[in-house]
């Protein structure tokens, strides 16, 4: 079983809907919370971050951590064609292993007009 | 400085072939880190230095693959006979210690093909 687990999809919406996407993970010492996006042939770029649980908004996307359910999401809301791209969530530990990043496998977000 | 460069974007080699891979990182970055990302998976964590001195390797990186950083400054990734299961995207990236593992900048990535 992989540490993160993400819903691969691929997920088309149209124009203006809320998006969900999703992580669930196994192990409890991760305690910084990332999601990145990756357009093809890129390399990911960071796009919201969180340490421990709670929520955390910027513009029109929305983090959540929930760490008692393992449990992370982000919301995007009114979705543009730009936004078509593929999402990463990621987690870090704390202590020695304090910057290497475990990555779920991605989803595949589709926002057509 | 635009941000972390990588060469070669693409690479083509026939399986047995050694193929080495360029890193150059953000300037004042102290950390630089190797990640390869396979077709329809989130990238993988190879290794990382911080400065000079290579601190964690993962044990996906085979005795095939080595990985250096001169000076603390660019790097190189090498996979020796290559297999053609080494047919992957290797992203480097790069950040301040004190900014991870918030503040990585990624690079564009080396897409390797072996035939």
């Known amino acids: 079983q992989k540490e993160v687990e993400q819903d691969p999809g691929p997920l088309s919406v149209p124009e203006g809907a809320i998006v969900s996407l999703n992580c669930t993970y196994s192990?409890?010492?991760?305690?910084?919370f990332m999601w990145y996006r990756q357009y093809s042939r890129k390399g990911p770029e960071l796009l919201m971050y969180t340490y421990s649980s709670g929520n955390k908004e910027d513009g029109r996307f929305t983090a959540q951590v929930d760490k008692s359910s393992k449990y992370i999401s982000l919301f995007i809301r009114d979705s543009q064609p730009s936004d078509s791209a593929t999402y990463l969530c990621?987690?870090?530990?704390?202590?020695?292993?304090?910057?290497?990043?475990?990555f779920g496998q991605g989803t595949i977000l589709t926002v057509h007009p | 400085d635009t941000g972390v460069s990588q060469d070669p974007r693409h690479k083509i080699t026939k399986r047995g072939q050694n193929v080495t891979f360029r890193c150059d990182p953000i300037s004042e970055h102290n950390r630089l880190y190797w990640y390869r990302q396979t077709l329809g998976q989130g990238p993988e964590f190879l290794t990382y230095?911080?400065?000079?001195?290579?601190?964690?390797k993962s044990r996906l990186l085979s005795d095939r693959f080595s990985a250096e950083r001169p000076k603390g400054s660019f790097s190189t990734l090498e996979i020796q006979r290559t297999e053609q299961g080494d047919s992957a995207m290797y992203l480097c990236a790069s950040s301040f210690v004190q900014q991870s593992p918030y503040g990585y900048t990624f690079g564009s990535g080396t897409r390797l093909t072996v035939v």
């Open positions: 990621a987690m870090s530990q704390s202590g020695t292993s304090y910057g290497k990043l475990t």
């Open positions: 192990n409890s010492a991760f305690q910084y």
């Open positions: 230095f911080q400065n000079e001195a290579q601190l964690e």
